[in-house]
């Protein structure tokens, strides 16, 4: 069975643009991954998962043209004592990196595992996202496994000091950049990553996290805020017994950006809460398609995703929740908002629920509104000016998905971020 | 202080009108009571007072120390010294009430060209205040009203009141569902505020608030205008024989 012919066309134009880097102990991996985009084609308009995000420019030849924006403000993270590992438009950079070593967690780059004969590494480049195909392809995700040009192992074996920071710079206009990085947690370990930058003009990322039972991973990652820069992320994460996972994603400006999460509750008693909070103005166009999978007894998903749209701007969310057969004891919640600031802007949401186990508590709701009029009011008669008012309201808004993070002082810096994106539209 | 001349209103949504006709002076250092039945217009006259929208001034006045209101945003008027108690205080998930108390104090000095009070002075304040009134640290924090009973709502309003030192304060129903104690905290929170310098116009329908808050003078209020104008006598009368004999005898 082939390819419609425009999936088969565009999906050879973009590959023959691309070079698969030496593979060493990684080529199969890679070989692997890009027959599955072979196989699959790359998104097009009409597929069913891609109904409200239009994926041509993201698989287009040529990564559109996006001005690197001088934000005026120091880098997200900056006050943060971390291990900075930075990558300038998706090349990894050891002069602006700190020094990589830190107790408790290893840090290497993807090209420098088939170094050594054993690495856990070799065993999980590829498999989530492999794994993460069915029931709904992701060729995008595939595409990066096959020709991710850099990217970072991260193996955390005990409790480090500090979080390890990835700073994605962007430096050239029309930079298209594939990383991939994969992290492995292990038992009982417990580390926080942090990601930053608006990375290229083009940025596929894919991250593989693979949490054994008992660890505990924390990512916050706050997206670019170029305004022409096109990211699709994706994240595939597998979570052993009692292990905890918890994603929290900022996005700020940005003309289009796809955020995926696929993450798979494999052991009894795991927690997987993912979360994000974006603000878009004018040409923004921004999709969160989070698929989780309970496939354990006891397990616990959170999607919280809140969306603050103006002047046209749109907020996509595809959130899904299935629930195998013997799942039991799953308490699955998904809530889903956007605030719409004007008539222009709008939100197009389809959560879903697929459930076969009986004895589960699922809950999903969505909905989408304009501020509170009674509110507003409210605070203008205390002497609240109507503009410092609408962004109290507009900040309590997104207040939901901001506590999602564990840690009050990264919530602090992204909630002083969102403060001031908001003050510079009054 | 607050003077109102012929104040004609009428909703903007729909072709109703409200207030027929409010003539009103509220000297400063004095306490003005407004009874009247449900439905005559009293929260409609507070509301367009502070500025609400969906309201439509279609005659008339109304001037705070001179200066007319009418044409401010909500805000400007706040600055200018008006405050709404409100009959039923917004609730706002969310934004931390120390927050928003902070936010309102800073932002009406901001307008006066005052400075900004320090997070220590404010913070020292609060306490002081929020004490009187029986307010914990719990409720200083938690999002503001959510949660809150409502006697709670109601001294959490006076609590602004004290914070803000308006000039013209304006109470609506402020009494409903408060049980005795927290009705003497209330009156106590507005009594505290009593001044040469400052006027209250209270809203209520029942003598009980006044036996703690004494008015100077009490107003009836039916059908949009106000029908009787009297001494603190004129609240007895109604607490002993409802508004039927009085309404009457205006001709309402
Ligand atoms: N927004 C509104 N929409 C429809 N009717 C209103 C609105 N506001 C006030 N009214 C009407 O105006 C009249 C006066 O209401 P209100 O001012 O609340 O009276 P009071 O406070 O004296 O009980 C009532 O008949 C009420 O139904
Ligand atoms: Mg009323």
């Known amino acids: 069975m082939g390819l419609p012919d425009q999936k088969q066309t565009a999906t050879e134009a973009l590959l023959a643009t691309l070079t698969m880097p030496e593979g060493g102990c990684l080529a199969a991996a890679r070989k692997a991954a890009l027959s599955r985009v072979q196989t699959l084609g790359l998104p097009g308009r009409r597929d069913e998962y891609w109904k409200y995000t239009r994926p041509d420019t993201l698989v287009q030849p040529d990564a559109p043209a996006a001005a690197v924006f001088d934000a005026g403000e120091a880098p997200m993270f900056d006050e943060f004592d971390r291990i900075k590992v930075v990558f300038v438009d998706g090349v990894f950079s050891p002069e602006e990196s700190d020094d990589l070593s830190l107790e408790g967690i290893s840090i290497e780059r993807i090209a420098d595992i088939c170094d050594k004969d054993i690495h856990w590494g070799k065993d999980l480049y590829g498999v989530l996202e492999a794994r993460g195909q069915d029931p709904v392809a992701r060729p995008l995700a595939a595409l990066n496994t096959a020709f991710a040009q850099d990217g970072v192992a991260i193996r955390v074996t005990g409790t480090p000091s500090k979080p390890v920071n990835l700073v994605y710079r962007h430096q050239s206009d029309s930079s298209d950049a594939i990383l991939h990085h994969i992290v492995r947690v292990e038992s009982g370990a417990t580390a926080t990553i942090l990601e930053n930058g608006p990375a290229a003009s083009r940025f596929n990322k894919c991250m593989e996290v693979d949490v054994a039972d008992g660890g505990t991973l924390h990512l916050v990652r706050a997206q670019g805020r170029d305004h022409e820069r096109r990211a699709a992320t994706h994240l595939f994460a597998r979570l052993g017994k009692e292990s905890v996972f918890k994603a929290f994603t900022l996005t700020v400006n940005g003309v289009l950006t796809r955020n995926e999460a696929v993450i798979e509750l494999t052991g009894d008693d795991a927690m997987a809460h993912i979360a994000g909070a974006c603000v878009g103005d004018g040409d923004f166009h921004h999709d969160d398609t989070v698929f989780i999978t309970h496939d354990a007894v006891n397990c616990e998903s959170r999607q919280v995703f809140k969306k603050v749209l103006r002047n046209g701007a749109t907020g996509v969310f595809q959130g899904k929740i299935l629930v195998k057969e013997g799942a039991q004891k799953t308490d699955g919640y998904q809530i889903s908002q956007s605030l719409l600031l004007d008539d222009d802007s709008q939100f197009l949401a389809k959560p879903e629920l697929e459930i076969y186990a009986d004895d589960v508590a699922c809950s999903h709701g969505s909905t989408s509104g304009a501020i509170d009029e009674e509110g507003l009011f409210y605070l203008r008669s205390r002497g609240v000016p109507a503009d410092v008012a609408t962004d109290l309201l507009t900040l309590a808004f997104l207040a939901e998905a901001v506590d999602e993070i564990e840690d009050d002082e990264i919530a602090g810096a992204l909630v002083t971020r969102l403060e001031g994106w908001l003050a510079r539209r009054r | ?252």
């Open chain 2, 1 to 252: 202080m607050l003077e109102i001349k012929n104040l004609h209103v009428k909703l903007e949504e729909e072709d109703k009108q409200i207030l027929k006709g409010v003539n009103l002076t509220v000297e400063a250092g004095k306490v003005h009571a407004i009874m009247g039945p449900n439905g005559s217009g009293k929260s409609t006259l507070s509301y367009v007072l502070s500025g609400r929208d969906g309201y439509e001034v279609t005659d008339g006045e109304a001037s705070l120390l001179g200066e007319d209101i009418l044409d401010m945003e909500p805000e400007e008027r706040a600055a200018a010294g008006i405050f709404l108690a409100f009959q039923y205080p917004v609730e706002i998930p969310g934004v931390g009430n120390m927050t928003f108390l902070r936010t309102a104090v800073n932002a009406q000095r901001k307008a006066r060209g005052e400075d900004e009070l320090s997070a220590a002075d404010f913070l020292k304040e609060v306490r002081a205040k929020a004490k009187t009134l029986k307010i914990d640290a719990d409720m200083l924090k938690r999002p503001v009203n959510v949660g809150f009973s409502g006697g709670e709502k109601k001294r959490n309003e006076i609590l602004q009141m004290a914070m803000l030192e308006p000039k013209m304060c304006i109470l609506d129903e402020t009494d409903s569902g408060l049980d005795v104690d927290a009705m003497k905290l209330v009156s106590e929170g507005v009594n505290a505020l009593r001044d040469e310098g400052r006027g209250f116009l209270v809203i209520t329908h029942y003598q009980r608030l006044l036996d703690h808050i004494k008015p100077d003078v009490v107003h009836i209020m039916a059908d949009g205008r106000i029908v009787k104008t009297g001494g603190p006598e004129l609240a007895l009368e109604v607490e002993n024989n409802g508004y039927a004999d009085i309404l009457a005898e205006e001709g309402v």
